[in-house]
């Protein structure tokens, strides 16, 4: 049973950090690229950062590029969104996702091409 989960999730300042997290189960982590996607209310998912099997590479959408950082440990089975200078337009449910697909890239900024999903955290940035 494959199962992700993430955790982390809060109300900060506009300007503060926040790092999430999500675990993996069920899965051989590192044959994954893993992504990071975000969900206002009324609004579509967005793409928010992808990060290669090995965690050498990372793609960021231009809204947060600059500001949060992908990361991932595979021996813990881990992903990781360091978020730093949130700001209001942030405030989202964050989910993790994990694709097979074969070649990490641009292509691996589509949130039809992820296998497994978790729940999602609540990230609210004050205004």
């Known amino acids: 049973q494959v199962q992700l989960v993430e955790s982390g999730g809060g109300l900060v300042q506009a300007g503060d950090s926040l790092r999430i997290s999500c675990a993996a189960s069920?899965?051989?982590?590192?044959?994954?690229?893993m992504g990071w996607f975000r969900q206002a209310p009324g609004k579509e998912r967005e793409f928010v950062a992808t990060?290669?099997?090995?965690?050498?590479?990372?793609v960021y959408a231009d809204s947060v590029e600059g500001r949060f950082t992908a990361s991932r440990e595979n021996a813990k089975n881990t992903v990781y969104l360091q978020m730093n200078s949130l700001k209001h337009e942030d405030t989202a449910v964050y989910y993790c996702?994990?694709?097979?697909?074969?070649?990490?890239?641009?292509?691996?900024?589509?949130?039809?091409?992820?296998?497994?999903w978790g729940q999602g955290t609540q990230v609210t940035g004050s205004s």
């Open positions: 996702a994990a694709s097979t697909f074969p070649i990490f890239g641009t292509q691996t900024m589509d949130v039809s091409l992820y296998k497994y």
């Open positions: 990060i290669s099997r090995r965690g050498t590479s990372t």
């Open positions: 069920g899965l051989t982590f590192s044959s994954y690229i």
